[in-house]
């Protein structure tokens, strides 16, 4: 039973979770009530099981830093409690049975956006950026907002107006949250020599940056419904809680002497914020949504060449 839990431990069961939960709003958006169940249930899984992999190897190749940090000393690799091969098998296994199912029940545009996703974040993102840029948010942030495009285009077979826009909207949120826990876990930052933008540029510049990214994550959240893809209901939802953490963003200029506190509720919020987006485009789609603006169909068909 110890043993399961390790492994459980290892491949992040929050951010599989909250994953999870964006793949089933830009699904249930693309659907429109529509829903095919095994489409649905075996995209969940295919992305849990690949995300879960992604996790897993981000745990293998963090566990020097996860050692310096104090929210991360006592992960599973960090205190020996699973070997490395045996990781690493598992995120093999995890990362294989995902993309096959996928493959097996999805269509060609969803394995490859999956594929990038994990390229991007294990690739990308852990092996290099991570520990060389500042810049690194902004590379992850990509590769977090796949999953709600990957539950859209299970669907809808195509990257259109509606994929872009969620793919802009998880992006922005990304950027601010990952700011937020950027600024009240900075100690651990700088200790683990993370070059974050607090640590390389200070908390005051990155609150400029906040705003700015929440000001974004507000403009394409409205252009959900402005394009067609969601309703009214969604739209004073929406509005209503981004202003509200547009609101919490800016007393951060008032905050210096507590930046840790205003930043963690910052963070907590945004996970409200983004729990709120994903159940209201699931409940307020609009069933025939306005032309939209481009449709990549070539980029579809490239891959079917492919």
Not at 110 to 139: E, Q
Not at 156 to 176: E, K
């Amino acid at each position: 039973m110890v043993k399961i839990k390790q492994y459980l431990q290892v491949i992040k069961p929050g951010i599989v979770f909250g994953n999870l939960i964006s793949v089933i709003g830009g699904f249930l958006l693309a659907a429109k009530g529509q829903i095919d169940c095994v489409l649905f249930f075996s995209t969940l899984a295919g992305v849990s099981l690949v995300v879960a992999s992604g996790c897993a190897l981000n745990n293998y190749i963090d566990r020097d830093i996860d050692q310096k940090m104090e929210r991360t000393r006592n992960r599973v690799l960090v205190k020996g409690l699973i070997s490395l091969r045996a990781c690493l098998i598992y995120s093999a296994i995890l990362g294989t049975t995902g993309f096959m199912l996928l493959c097996l029940t999805a269509n060609l545009l969803v394995v490859w956006l999956a594929m990038v996703g994990f390229i991007i974040y294990v690739g990308v993102y852990s092996l290099y950026m991570k520990r060389k840029s500042v810049y690194s948010t902004l590379i992850g942030s990509v590769a977090g907002a796949a999953p709600p495009v990957i539950g859209y285009c299970a669907v809808s077979n195509q990257f259109d107006t509606g994929a872009l826009i969620l793919m802009l909207i998880f992006s922005l949120w990304q950027m601010a949250h990952s700011y937020a826990i950027a600024i009240f876990r900075f100690k651990d930052y700088q200790v683990a020599l993370i070059p974050v933008l607090p640590v390389k540029r200070g908390i005051s510049v990155t609150k400029h940056h906040i705003i700015f990214y929440i000001i974004g994550f507000i403009m394409a959240t409205l252009m959900l419904t402005l394009s067609g893809y969601s309703g009214y209901k969604y739209l004073v939802v929406i509005a209503s809680v981004s202003i509200w953490w547009l609101g919490m963003a800016l007393r951060g200029y008032k905050s210096t002497n507590d930046d840790q506190v205003w930043a963690r509720r910052l963070f907590i919020f945004s996970i409200v914020a983004i729990t709120l987006l994903n159940v209201m485009i699931s409940v307020d789609f609009m069933v025939s949504p306005a032309n939209s603006l481009f449709t990549w169909q070539p980029f579809v068909v490239l891959l079917r060449a492919v």
